[in-house]
T-cell receptor, first 114, second 114 residues
Framework: DGGITQSPKYLFRKEGQNVTLSCEQN?????MYWYRQDPGQGLRLIYY???????QKGDIAEGYSVSREKKESFPLTVTSAQKNPTAFYLC?????????????FGNGTRLTVT | AQSVTQLGSHVSVSEGALVLLRCNYS??????LFWYVQYPNQGLQLLLK??????LVKGINGFEAEFKKSETSFHLTKPSAHMSDAAEYFC????????????FGQGTELSVKP
């Protein structure tokens, strides 16, 4: 079955370390997204990519970086510059631009930084 | 700027009772509107979407939503709640001229009492 795979499900890191979250999709979707979810704040867009080798900052890109070297992969690196990295991170994809194409989500990675 | 507001962060209903989750948006142009559901520690799943074809939209699991332009609302309803409907529900809005970005509401947690 097609879908989005995020790994690992839980991730623990020490403060000051960079960490990379994996996101792979086999839906053949062009667009991919990273969202951060905090209790009571809904989902906030970190980065998105509508085509290979191109990506744009979302609303809260500071302290994060991404790459899009392959259509099916969109890894997110949480750098030590991110002041509050502990959160639930969701990766999503869509056929085209999400303004009329629904997003398909992975099951998320819960990152805890101590 | 476009935004979406979900009234009530927590809603509790009895099994078999009507479910009503409220969503209001602000936009000067016709929006695309979505409702997503999230079960604990999982990603989001599309319930339904409005893309101007019909004002009453039917989704999965017996949910439906009605687009009311005069009230700038897109409330989600289900005639009879089931225990399995307990989850968090997100309303989201996007505009064709906003680069494909979805703006999510803060979410409403639905509890269903036996």
């Amino acid at each position: 079955d097609g879908g989005i795979t995020q790994s690992p499900k839980y991730l623990f890191r020490k403060e000051g370390q960079n960490v990379t979250l994996s996101c792979e999709q086999n839906l053949n979707h062009d667009a991919m997204y990273w969202y951060r979810q905090d209790p009571g704040q809904g989902l906030r867009l970190i980065y998105y990519s509508q085509i290979v080798n191109d990506f744009q900052k979302g609303d809260i890109a500071e302290g994060y970086s991404v790459s899009r070297e392959k259509k099916e992969s969109f890894p997110l690196t949480v750098t030590s510059a991110q002041k509050n990295p502990t959160a639930f991170y969701l990766c999503a994809s869509s056929i085209g631009r999400s303004y009329n194409s629904p997003l398909h989500f992975g099951n998320g990675t819960r990152l805890t930084v101590t | 700027a476009q935004s979406v507001t979900q009234l009530g962060s927590h809603v509790s209903v009895s099994e078999g009772a009507l479910v009503l989750l409220r969503c209001n948006y602000s936009s000067s142009v016709p929006p695309y509107l979505f409702w997503y559901v999230q079960y604990p520690n999982q990603g989001l799943q599309l319930l339904l979407k409005y893309t101007s074809a019909a004002t009453l939209v039917k989704g999965i699991n017996g949910f439906e939503a009605e687009f009311k332009k005069s009230e700038t609302s897109f409330h989600l309803t289900k005639p009879s709640a089931h225990m399995s409907d307990a989850a968090e529900y997100f309303c989201a809005v996007s505009l064709y001229n906003q680069g494909g970005k979805l703006i999510f509401g803060q979410g409403t947690e639905l509890s269903v009492k036996p």
